[in-house]
């Protein structure tokens, strides 16, 4: 079954205490990313990465790091969380070229940092 | 201006109604046209993509681009219950080297009632 998986699921966490959201996918898919959703802004595009070792920023990447060392894992970093990267995240991967039809998201990862 | 706007909402409709949810862009170079349904606590899932303008239509739902107004619409027939949910617009935008950035609308809440 094509899956992304995120992990952890809700995390609440302390201001400065780095963490990591894990992100994986097992469709063998060139392209992933990271977004970040909160009301009335919608989702916006934090880090995303078009192949291995190859990231770039999207839209909001401050107070984020990525890295891409394996084709299936792309996690999310945040050296020193604050309380304004309070969110819901989404990892999403899609198929190579123009394969916009294969393009599965992530169940979320809702952070609160205190 | 924001690339890709999309009025929130929300819409509420009744159920069996034709739903038209809508959204703009302002990037002339922008050339596909995707349309995500997101169920609450839940990730977006990919519904339709559409290349440059014209109509596709799968089973009750039919998108449309007029590239020349710069329009995308989803079109819902014989809406039921089950299609509420929030609707995102998107467009990727694949510049030069590594950029390939996914920009979505803020999206708009759909309620069908029974």
């Known amino acids: 079954e094509a899956q992304v998986t995120q992990n952890p699921r809700y995390l609440i966490t302390v201001t400065g205490k780095k963490l990591t959201v894990t992100c994986s996918q097992n469709?063998?898919?060139?392209?992933m990313s990271w977004y970040r959703q909160d009301p009335g802004l919608g989702l916006r595009q934090i880090y995303y990465?078009?192949?291995?070792?190859?990231?770039d920023k999207g839209d909001v990447p401050e107070g984020y790091k990525v890295s891409r060392k394996e084709k299936r894992n792309f996690p999310l970093i945040l050296e020193s969380p604050s309380p304004n990267q309070t969110s819901l995240y989404f990892c999403a991967s899609m198929g190579g070229g123009n394969v916009y039809n294969e393009q599965f998201f992530g169940p979320g990862t809702r952070l609160t940092v205190l | 201006q924001k690339e890709v706007e999309q009025d929130p909402g929300p819409l509420s409709v009744p159920e069996g109604a034709i739903v038209s949810l809508n959204c703009t862009y302002s990037n002339s170079a922008f050339q596909y046209f995707m349309w995500y349904r997101q169920y609450s606590r839940k990730g977006p899932e990919l519904l339709m993509y559409?290349?440059?303008?014209g109509n596709k239509e799968d089973g009750r739902f039919t998108a449309q681009v007029d590239k020349s107004s710069k329009y995308i619409s989803l079109f819902i027939r014989d809406s039921q219950p089950s299609d509420s949910a929030t609707y995102l617009c998107?467009?990727?935008?694949?510049?030069?080297?590594?950029?390939?950035?996914?920009?979505f609308g803020k999206g708009t809440l759909l309620t069908v009632n029974p």
């Open positions: 559409t290349y440059s303008s």
């Open positions: 998107a467009s990727p935008y694949r510049g030069g080297g590594s950029n390939y950035k996914l920009t």
């Open positions: 990465s078009m192949n291995v070792e190859v990231t």
């Open positions: 469709m063998n898919h060139e392209y």
